[in-house]
């Protein structure tokens, strides 16, 4: 979830465009997984220097391809030191996998 001051930048038209122009020039792979010769669908353009309330303006950081990296939801849960649930309970509480198995 976007922090409050960056909520209307992730809405704008230029970040809109800007993050589908870049995930097509890297063909919607995730770019970490891809460097592991793992092939699987990027999610969510991360931006490598992090986005401030200082910087939000400044096109250099926010919009430049340079600072940008396609990657999967975990891979961005993983750059955030986060980790993600790669299970679910389904309403008989069976245990199931995220790929459904």
Not at 23 to 34: F, R, T
Not at 49 to 71: F, K, S
Not at 81 to 99: L, W
Request: proline residues 2%; charged residues 30%.
């Amino acid at each position: 979830m976007a922090k409050e001051y960056a909520k209307s930048f992730y809405k704008s038209k230029a970040w809109q465009h800007c993050r589908n122009e870049y995930a097509k020039s890297v063909n919607w792979l995730c770019e970490d997984c891809l460097e592991q010769g793992i092939y699987k669908a990027g999610e969510i353009v991360h931006h490598v220097i992090e986005i401030t309330p200082e910087n939000i303006h400044d096109p250099m950081v926010t919009l430049n391809w340079d600072n940008l990296r396609l990657v999967c939801r975990e891979c961005h849960a993983e750059k955030h030191g986060e980790k993600i649930k790669r299970y679910s309970v389904d309403e008989y509480g069976f245990v199931k996998t995220r790929d459904g198995r």
